[in-house]
C-alpha cells in the first residue's frame, strides 16, 4: 500500500464509462474538482471497449502504482457482448479476443480481479452496472435482453464483493430506482453509425454528452449506453458515499441480490 505521500491514491479501473472521454461523463474529473476530496489523488485506468478479461489483463499496470483503493466499474460491454452479435465482433477486433464473452467467463474474470487487486493490499470497491436503455420494464426483445443481462452481472459483481469482503457499490439499485420513477426510451438495436456521429460530435464539434443526449432524445445517457451528466452525478454521488466512509473494509454479508 502506498505510504509514500499525504494523499491517498485512488485508482478507478474500467472501460469507457470510467475513461470518461467523449460521449461518457467524466465522473472520476467531477470527483477530483470536489473540495472534500483533495486528500485524494485520482488515477484514470479506463479503457474504452474493454471486457472484464481485458481489465483483468491489465491489472499489473494498475498495482504498480501501489494504490491505497481501486474502484472497479467494468462489465457493460460484457453486457452487450452477451446480447449483441455484432458487440461480439467489435469487442473481438477491437481486443483480438477469441471467446464470446459470458456470465460465466464474467465471473472468472472479475472475481480473480478482486482478488488480485485485494491480495496488494488495496481497498477495494466493486460497482455494479448502470443500465443501458432506459426502459427497465421493457417487452421489446433487445432491450428484454440487455435488462436480464444487466441485472444478472450486477447480481454477479454484488455476490463477488459479498464473498470478497470488499466494498459494493450499488449503482444498480440506485438507477432501477430513478428510471422506474421517470423513465424513458428503450435501446432496440447497437448500430455503429449513431455511434461514430455521437463521437463526432464529442470529439470534433465539443458538444457535451448533456448535448448529444439531448439530440438523441435521452434522459440518463448521451447514447443509451453513456451516461451524460444527470446518471453520470448519480453514479459519482454513490462512489463519494463510498469514499467519505472510508476505514476498514466493510462486512457485505447482509447483502442480497439486486431485484
Known sequence: MNTSSARETIACLGSSSTAGRGQAFDWIGELSRRPRNARFKFLNFGVGGDLAYDVLKRVDTVLVCQPDSVIVWVGGNDALAMVSSKARRL???????????????????????????????ARVAACSLAPIGESTMSDQPFQAALNSAIHDLSASIKRIACDEAVDYVP????????????????????????MYRDAFRTIVLRMSPDDVGRLNGWKFH??????????GLMAADLIQSQLDNHGPPRSNNALTEPD
Open 91 to 121: 469487442f473481438g477486433v477491437m481486443k483480438f479476443a477469441s471467446r464470446a464473452a459470458s456470465g460465466t467467463r464474467f465471473d472468472d474474470c472479475f472475481g480473480t480481479l478482486v482478488r488480485r487487486l485485494k491480495s496488494s493490499g
Open 171 to 194: 449503482i444498480f439499485e440506485t438507477f432501477q430506482v430513478a428510471i422506474n420513477a421517470d423513465p424513458g426510451r428503450a435501446l432496440t438495436s447497437l448500430r455503429f453509425l449513431p
Open 222 to 231: 448521451s447514447d443509451g449506453i453513456h451516461l451524460n451528466s444527470r446518471g
